[in-house]
Structures are given as structure tokens and as C-alpha cells.
């Protein structure tokens, strides 16, 4: 099962959890997901071929290749894409997402609005802060808001292997008396913060908390203030890194190099 299975099971078995409903689109939006495609991209212009229902027009996308394999009948023109680049490209075009239709149990329709409402929550940016500590506790979150928001951060955490070595969730108080949380990574190369901020920020977002802010910060290993919080804070372990190989190979799919993003027409 993927994680979208899974998170497609867990929805399912549970209808009325909205955290759970939010765990599906999350799941999405990082999935590598295989769109049915018109004919052979030219360049970066790739043009998702159309399926009309009673319910709209509708893109077809599958998050195996296997399953992209056991709906066609023959070799298909496809391309490999973010899940997230998927719902920004569709956002405001009238057309839905069909996700593992016909070929597994987590087959689902999006709707436009909720491709719109997926690529608004995804385009939320982490907003910059500075604060200097004094004091760090142990995390002072009621059980039911750690039970919802460790999941998500682990999701995530499985598409940051290999930029930090652990990652610290504490209570920190400021020099201006202002309490809060903080989650802190060690040893992430500063490249990489702004990616991890913004994953950290959409855990959030997606966790189903109505009200909730977490600071996050990057400290070294060595650093004074990662020893005092390593005392008092939660110790959450991300992910061995991939094979350099793989990491490399994966880098060149369609849509997967940031620099290069695909154009859908």
C-alpha cells in the first residue's frame, strides 16, 4: 500500500474525522503521481488528456505505475508529476483529478473546488520571525493536538531524509515573555531550510488544528541552545537518506526538479 493508501483506508474506516480527510489531501500533494497524457510531451508542454462524466471533465492520475498500467489496455503517453504541481496547474481550469480509477480501493474524484482549495493552502507561506530564547520545557500540548500533529510531521518527515538528523518539538519561552513551541532541527544545511519550514508549515495546515503555530528553527548539533532543548524536548528521528543513485534518478522525473517546472496545457 502507498501512503495514500493508506491514508485513503484510514478515511474511509473513519468518515467523520476531518483530520483524517485532511491526511488524504496531503498525502496528494506530495505523491509522485502518473498522468494520462494526449500524446508524447514536447519539451516541458505536456497536455493531460480529458475524460468528460456526468460530473465534469476529469484528468486521470494514479500513484503507481502499475496502476496507470492495469487501466490502459496498451502503452499510454504519461508523465510522472508532484501531486502539488498537479492541483496548481488545474486550480481555476473547471477540471478535476481522478485518482486510481477503476484499479484500487482509494479510487477517488476531486472536484475543482477542491483542487482550488488544495493548490490556496498549499501556495501558504511560512512567515520569517525572530525571537530570542531564554528558557526551554517539556511540550505542554493536550494529548488529542500531539496525537494530530506528530502523524503529520512524520509524513513529512518521510520526504526530508537525509536533511537533518533529528528534530526537536519543545516548550520555549522568549526574552519578551511570549510562550510557545518550537521544533527544531539539527544539522540541516541552510539550502534546505526553506523547503523543510514550508513542509512544516503545511503539516500544520493539514493536521486539522483549527488555531496553532509552532516556530521552527535550525540549530547545529553543537549549539548551546540544541543541548538545552535536547534535555527537555520530544526527540523525533527523520528518515535515513536514499541512495545517492536514486535520489538522482528520482530528481529528473518530470515536474520533480523545482528549477524546471512542467507546463500543463
Not at 11 to 30: G, S
Not at 78 to 91: E, K, S
Not at 256 to 263: F, K, L, S
Given at each position: 500500500?502507498?501512503?495514500?493508501d493508506?491514508a485513503?483506508?484510514?478515511?474511509?474506516?473513519?468518515?467523520?474525522?476531518?483530520?483524517?480527510?485532511?491526511?488524504?489531501?496531503?498525502?496528494?500533494?506530495?505523491?509522485e503521481?502518473?498522468?494520462?497524457?494526449?500524446?508524447?510531451?514536447?519539451?516541458a508542454?505536456?497536455?493531460?488528456?480529458?475524460?468528460?462524466?456526468d460530473?465534469?471533465?476529469?484528468?486521470?492520475?494514479?500513484?503507481?505505475?502499475?496502476?496507470?498500467?492495469?487501466?490502459?489496455?496498451?502503452?499510454?503517453?504519461?508523465?510522472?508529476?508532484?501531486?502539488?504541481?498537479?492541483?496548481?496547474?488545474?486550480?481555476?481550469?473547471?477540471?478535476?483529478?481522478?485518482i486510481?480509477?477503476?484499479?484500487?480501493?482509494?479510487?477517488?474524484?476531486?472536484?475543482?473546488?477542491?483542487?482550488?482549495?488544495?493548490?490556496?493552502?498549499?501556495?501558504?507561506?511560512?512567515?520569517?520571525?525572530?525571537?530570542?530564547?531564554?528558557?526551554?520545557h517539556?511540550?505542554?500540548?493536550?494529548?488529542?493536538?500531539?496525537?494530530?500533529?506528530l502523524?503529520?510531521?512524520?509524513?513529512?518527515?518521510?520526504?526530508?531524509?537525509?536533511?537533518?538528523?533529528?528534530?526537536?518539538?519543545g516548550?520555549?519561552?522568549?526574552e519578551?515573555?511570549?510562550?510557545?513551541?518550537?521544533?527544531?532541527?539539527?544539522?540541516?544545511?541552510?539550502?534546505?531550510?526553506?523547503?523543510?519550514?514550508?513542509?512544516?508549515?503545511?503539516?500544520?495546515?493539514?493536521?486539522?488544528?483549527?488555531?496553532?503555530?509552532?516556530?521552527?528553527?535550525?540549530?547545529?548539533?553543537?549549539?548551546?541552545?540544541?543541548?538545552?532543548?535536547?534535555?527537555?524536548?520530544?526527540?523525533?528521528?527523520?528518515?535515513?537518506?536514499?541512495?545517492?543513485?536514486?535520489?538522482?534518478?528520482?530528481?529528473?522525473?518530470?515536474g520533480?526538479?523545482?528549477?524546471?517546472?512542467?507546463?500543463l496545457?
Open positions: 500500500m502507498t501512503p495514500y493508506r485513503h483506508a484510514a478515511m474511509e474506516a473513519a468518515p467523520e474525522d476531518e483530520r483524517l480527510r485532511l491526511a488524504v489531501y496531503d498525502r496528494l500533494a506530495d505523491a503521481l502518473f498522468v494520462l497524457l494526449e500524446a508524447e510531451p514536447e519539451g508542454d505536456i497536455t493531460p488528456q480529458l475524460f468528460s462524466t460530473e465534469g471533465d476529469f484528468v486521470l492520475a494514479f500513484d503507481l505505475e502499475e496502476r496507470l498500467a492495469a487501466f490502459c489496455d496498451g502503452p499510454v503517453p504519461y508523465a510522472a508529476l508532484p501531486g502539488r504541481v498537479i492541483a496548481q496547474n488545474l486550480a481555476g481550469e473547471g477540471i478535476g483529478l481522478g486510481n480509477l477503476g484499479v484500487a480501493p482509494s479510487a477517488m474524484l476531486l472536484p475543482p473546488e477542491a483542487l482550488e482549495w488544495l493548490a490556496d493552502t498549499l501556495s501558504h507561506a511560512p512567515q520569517a520571525a525572530a525571537g530570542r530564547p531564554v528558557a526551554f517539556e511540550p505542554a500540548l493536550p494529548p488529542a493536538i500531539l496525537g494530530a500533529l502523524p503529520a510531521f512524520e509524513a513529512k518527515f518521510a520526504q526530508l531524509a537525509g536533511l537533518a538528523s533529528h528534530a526537536l518539538l516548550g520555549v519561552t522568549y519578551d515573555k511570549r510562550r510557545g513551541h518550537v521544533l527544531a532541527f539539527l544539522g540541516a544545511p541552510e539550502a534546505a531550510q526553506p523547503g523543510i519550514a514550508k513542509a512544516m508549515s503545511e503539516a500544520l495546515a493539514f493536521s486539522g488544528l483549527e488555531a496553532g503555530e509552532i516556530d521552527v528553527t535550525f540549530l547545529s548539533t553543537e549549539d548551546p541552545a540544541a543541548r538545552a532543548l535536547l534535555e527537555k524536548a520530544l526527540v523525533l528521528a527523520l528518515p535515513e537518506p536514499e541512495q545517492q543513485e536514486v535520489q538522482e534518478l528520482r530528481a529528473t522525473a518530470p520533480m526538479d523545482p528549477a524546471r517546472p512542467p507546463i496545457r
